[in-house]
Protein backbone atom coordinates (compact mmCIF):
# COMPACT_ATOMS: atom_id res chain seq x y z
CA UNK A 1 0.00 0.00 0.00
CA UNK A 2 1.19 3.49 -1.06
CA UNK A 3 0.61 5.97 1.84
CA UNK A 4 2.43 8.68 0.48
CA UNK A 5 1.36 10.64 -2.94
CA UNK A 6 2.03 13.93 -4.70
CA UNK A 7 -0.94 16.12 -5.00
CA UNK A 8 -0.21 19.35 -6.68
CA UNK A 9 3.13 19.55 -6.20
CA UNK A 10 3.25 18.44 -2.61
CA UNK A 11 4.03 15.15 -0.77
CA UNK A 12 0.82 14.00 1.06
CA UNK A 13 -0.69 11.44 2.99
CA UNK A 14 -4.88 10.87 3.82
CA UNK A 15 -6.84 10.33 6.06
CA UNK A 16 -7.92 6.83 4.63
CA UNK A 17 -4.58 5.81 4.13
CA UNK A 18 -3.89 6.67 7.72
CA UNK A 19 -6.76 4.25 8.60
CA UNK A 20 -6.23 1.76 6.65
CA UNK A 21 -2.63 1.58 7.85
CA UNK A 22 -3.74 1.82 11.44
CA UNK A 23 -6.62 -0.58 11.17
CA UNK A 24 -8.58 2.00 12.65
CA UNK A 25 -12.29 2.93 11.28
CA UNK A 26 -12.00 6.42 8.99
CA UNK A 27 -14.84 7.79 10.51
CA UNK A 28 -12.93 7.92 13.88
CA UNK A 29 -9.19 8.83 12.41
CA UNK A 30 -11.08 11.87 10.05
CA UNK A 31 -13.06 12.69 13.26
CA UNK A 32 -9.88 13.39 15.27
CA UNK A 33 -8.52 14.94 12.37
CA UNK A 34 -11.38 17.50 13.02
CA UNK A 35 -11.22 17.45 16.58
CA UNK A 36 -6.99 18.59 16.62
CA UNK A 37 -7.78 20.77 13.51
CA UNK A 38 -6.33 24.09 14.83
CA UNK A 39 -3.17 21.44 16.12
CA UNK A 40 -2.59 20.58 12.64
CA UNK A 41 -3.14 23.89 11.12
CA UNK A 42 -0.20 25.12 12.75
CA UNK A 43 1.42 23.47 10.53
CA UNK A 44 -0.52 24.64 7.16
CA UNK A 45 -3.77 24.45 5.94
CA UNK A 46 -5.87 20.87 6.16
CA UNK A 47 -7.75 20.53 3.56
CA UNK A 48 -11.17 18.24 2.91
CA UNK A 49 -12.34 16.34 0.16
CA UNK A 50 -15.22 14.35 -0.83
CA UNK A 51 -14.58 11.34 -2.96
CA UNK A 52 -17.96 8.69 -3.86
CA UNK A 53 -18.42 5.70 -1.83
CA UNK A 54 -17.19 2.99 -3.53
CA UNK A 55 -19.32 0.08 -5.20
CA UNK A 56 -20.64 -3.05 -2.97
CA UNK A 57 -20.24 -0.83 0.60
CA UNK A 58 -22.64 -0.82 2.95
CA UNK A 59 -24.33 2.80 3.59
CA UNK A 60 -24.02 4.79 0.68
CA UNK A 61 -23.11 8.05 0.43
CA UNK A 62 -20.07 9.94 -0.09
CA UNK A 63 -16.58 9.85 1.85
CA UNK A 64 -14.90 13.07 3.49
CA UNK A 65 -11.01 12.64 3.87
CA UNK A 66 -8.59 14.97 5.06
CA UNK A 67 -4.95 15.54 3.00
CA UNK A 68 -2.51 16.61 5.71
CA UNK A 69 1.47 16.61 5.17
CA UNK A 70 4.16 15.38 6.40
CA UNK A 71 4.44 17.10 10.39
CA UNK A 72 0.40 17.34 10.32
CA UNK A 73 -0.11 13.28 9.62
CA UNK A 74 2.70 12.62 12.23
CA UNK A 75 1.15 14.91 14.60
CA UNK A 76 -1.70 13.26 13.84
CA UNK A 77 -0.19 9.91 14.69
CA UNK A 78 0.62 10.86 18.48
CA UNK A 79 -2.93 11.62 19.18
CA UNK A 80 -3.50 7.83 18.69
CA UNK A 81 -2.72 5.04 20.81
CA UNK A 82 0.60 3.94 20.80
CA UNK A 83 0.09 0.18 19.59
CA UNK A 84 2.41 -1.53 17.62
CA UNK A 85 0.79 -1.36 14.93
CA UNK A 86 0.57 2.47 15.21
CA UNK A 87 4.40 2.59 15.90
CA UNK A 88 5.12 0.55 12.38
CA UNK A 89 2.65 2.93 10.42
CA UNK A 90 4.53 5.80 11.80
CA UNK A 91 8.12 4.10 10.10
CA UNK A 92 6.40 3.44 7.50
CA UNK A 93 5.02 7.01 7.05
CA UNK A 94 8.24 8.60 7.95
CA UNK A 95 10.03 6.65 5.24
CA UNK A 96 7.91 7.62 2.45
CA UNK A 97 7.72 10.70 2.91
CA UNK A 98 11.97 10.78 2.74
CA UNK A 99 11.40 8.15 -0.62
CA UNK A 100 9.12 10.73 -2.16
CA UNK A 101 11.23 14.17 -1.30
CA UNK A 102 14.30 12.02 -2.31
CA UNK A 103 12.86 11.52 -5.69
CA UNK A 104 11.90 14.98 -6.26
CA UNK A 105 15.11 16.32 -5.63
CA UNK A 106 16.91 13.68 -8.10
CA UNK A 107 14.39 15.06 -11.09
CA UNK A 108 15.73 17.72 -12.69
CA UNK A 109 13.30 20.89 -13.26
CA UNK A 110 11.00 20.61 -16.08
CA UNK A 111 11.89 22.49 -19.18
CA UNK A 112 9.48 25.13 -19.86
CA UNK A 113 6.30 24.20 -22.23
CA UNK A 114 6.93 26.99 -24.84
CA UNK A 115 9.49 27.40 -27.15
CA UNK A 116 11.42 30.48 -26.41
CA UNK A 117 11.45 29.60 -22.97
CA UNK A 118 12.89 26.65 -23.44
CA UNK A 119 15.52 27.96 -25.52
CA UNK A 120 16.40 30.54 -22.35
CA UNK A 121 16.51 27.52 -20.24
CA UNK A 122 18.56 25.99 -22.64
CA UNK A 123 21.12 29.33 -22.75
CA UNK A 124 21.17 29.42 -18.87
CA UNK A 125 22.48 26.12 -18.76
CA UNK A 126 25.19 26.52 -20.96
CA UNK A 127 26.02 29.67 -19.70
CA UNK A 128 26.81 27.87 -16.58
CA UNK A 129 28.44 24.99 -17.96
CA UNK A 130 31.14 27.22 -19.82
CA UNK A 131 31.47 29.48 -16.13
CA UNK A 132 32.11 26.37 -14.38
CA UNK A 133 34.70 24.87 -17.02
CA UNK A 134 36.44 28.72 -17.17
CA UNK A 135 36.30 29.03 -13.05
CA UNK A 136 38.08 24.93 -13.57
CA UNK A 137 40.78 26.29 -16.35
CA UNK A 138 41.49 29.59 -14.06
CA UNK A 139 42.10 27.70 -10.87
CA UNK A 140 43.88 25.10 -12.57
CA UNK A 141 45.76 27.78 -14.67
CA UNK A 142 46.75 29.68 -10.85
CA UNK A 143 47.41 26.50 -8.73
CA UNK A 144 50.07 25.76 -11.67
CA UNK A 145 51.53 29.28 -11.73
CA UNK A 146 51.86 29.14 -8.15
CA UNK A 147 53.82 25.85 -8.35
CA UNK A 148 55.88 27.31 -10.86
CA UNK A 149 56.84 29.85 -8.70
CA UNK A 150 57.44 28.06 -5.85
CA UNK A 151 59.68 25.73 -8.35
CA UNK A 152 61.72 28.44 -9.22
CA UNK A 153 61.83 30.17 -5.92
CA UNK A 154 63.14 26.80 -4.31
CA UNK A 155 65.67 26.27 -7.49
CA UNK A 156 66.87 29.83 -6.49
CA UNK A 157 67.23 28.95 -3.43
CA UNK A 158 69.16 25.69 -3.59
CA UNK A 159 71.70 27.26 -6.23
CA UNK A 160 72.20 30.12 -3.81
CA UNK A 161 72.77 27.78 -1.30
CA UNK A 162 75.31 25.41 -3.44
CA UNK A 163 76.89 28.94 -4.30
CA UNK A 164 77.40 30.00 -0.62
CA UNK A 165 78.37 26.52 0.29
CA UNK A 166 81.21 26.45 -2.37
CA UNK A 167 82.20 29.60 -1.76
CA UNK A 168 82.98 28.68 1.90
CA UNK A 169 84.79 25.73 1.13
CA UNK A 170 87.04 27.74 -1.25
CA UNK A 171 87.67 30.20 1.10
CA UNK A 172 88.81 27.34 3.76
CA UNK A 173 90.81 25.71 1.13
CA UNK A 174 89.22 22.80 -0.04
CA UNK A 175 87.92 23.41 -3.34
CA UNK A 176 87.56 22.82 -6.90
CA UNK A 177 90.17 25.90 -7.76
CA UNK A 178 92.18 25.80 -5.18
CA UNK A 179 93.02 23.27 -2.16
CA UNK A 180 95.23 23.73 0.91
CA UNK A 181 98.15 20.36 1.51
CA UNK A 182 96.14 19.63 4.98
CA UNK A 183 92.94 19.73 2.41
CA UNK A 184 94.03 17.17 -0.17
CA UNK A 185 96.05 15.01 2.74
CA UNK A 186 93.08 14.22 4.56
CA UNK A 187 90.55 13.71 1.56
CA UNK A 188 93.75 11.71 -0.90
CA UNK A 189 94.59 9.81 2.21
CA UNK A 190 98.56 10.82 1.15
CA UNK A 191 101.72 12.56 2.75
CA UNK A 192 103.28 15.14 1.21
CA UNK A 193 105.71 16.04 4.29
CA UNK A 194 106.83 19.36 5.08
CA UNK A 195 108.25 20.75 2.23
CA UNK A 196 105.59 19.22 -0.08
CA UNK A 197 104.20 22.61 -0.47
CA UNK A 198 107.17 23.61 -2.20
CA UNK A 199 106.90 22.40 -5.53
CA UNK A 200 103.66 24.07 -6.02
CA UNK A 201 104.95 27.15 -4.74
CA UNK A 202 107.84 26.89 -7.23
CA UNK A 203 105.02 25.93 -10.31
CA UNK A 204 102.94 29.46 -9.12
CA UNK A 205 106.48 31.57 -9.38
CA UNK A 206 107.09 30.32 -12.67
CA UNK A 207 103.88 31.12 -13.78
CA UNK A 208 102.85 34.09 -11.96
CA UNK A 209 100.28 32.83 -10.33
CA UNK A 210 99.14 34.07 -6.80
CA UNK A 211 97.69 31.40 -3.94
CA UNK A 212 95.98 32.86 -1.36
CA UNK A 213 95.72 32.23 2.01
CA UNK A 214 92.96 30.99 3.97
CA UNK A 215 92.41 30.40 7.79
CA UNK A 216 93.30 26.99 9.02
CA UNK A 217 92.37 25.85 13.18
CA UNK A 218 95.81 24.60 13.89
CA UNK A 219 98.34 26.85 11.87
CA UNK A 220 96.38 30.36 12.03
CA UNK A 221 96.71 31.09 7.95
CA UNK A 222 98.03 28.61 5.05
CA UNK A 223 98.47 28.94 1.49
CA UNK A 224 95.15 27.40 -0.45
CA UNK A 225 97.11 26.22 -3.97
CA UNK A 226 95.32 26.61 -7.34
CA UNK A 227 93.62 23.44 -9.43
CA UNK A 228 95.71 23.91 -11.90
CA UNK A 229 99.24 23.55 -9.73
CA UNK A 230 98.00 20.54 -8.36
CA UNK A 231 97.24 19.33 -11.67
CA UNK A 232 101.03 20.21 -12.92
CA UNK A 233 103.08 18.64 -9.89
CA UNK A 234 101.22 15.90 -8.42
CA UNK A 235 98.75 15.01 -10.75
CA UNK A 236 96.35 15.57 -8.52
CA UNK A 237 92.50 16.87 -9.73
CA UNK A 238 90.47 18.82 -7.15
CA UNK A 239 87.38 18.12 -8.87
CA UNK A 240 88.06 14.43 -8.74
CA UNK A 241 88.99 14.60 -5.16
CA UNK A 242 86.67 16.96 -3.95
CA UNK A 243 83.91 15.80 -6.15
CA UNK A 244 81.59 17.35 -8.33
CA UNK A 245 80.33 19.90 -5.80
CA UNK A 246 83.21 20.57 -3.98
CA UNK A 247 82.39 17.80 -1.41
CA UNK A 248 85.48 17.60 1.21
CA UNK A 249 83.11 14.45 2.39
Known amino acids: MTIVIIKDGDAVTTTLAIAEGTLNDHASVIALARRYQSDLEDFGLVRFEIRPREAGQHGGGDTEFAILNEPQSTLLLTFMRNTDIVRAFKKKLVREFWEMVQQRNQRGP ?3 ADYIGALE ?5 KRSEQLAIEQRDQAIETKAEIGSRREATAMATASAAVRQANQLKEELGRGLRQATVAAVEKVGKRKFGKQGFRP ?3 WCAENGV ?5 HDPRYGWVRSWPAAAWAAVYQIDLADLFGADGDSQ
Open 121 to 125: HLLAS
Open 200 to 202: LKN
Open 110 to 112: ALP
Open 210 to 214: QAPKV
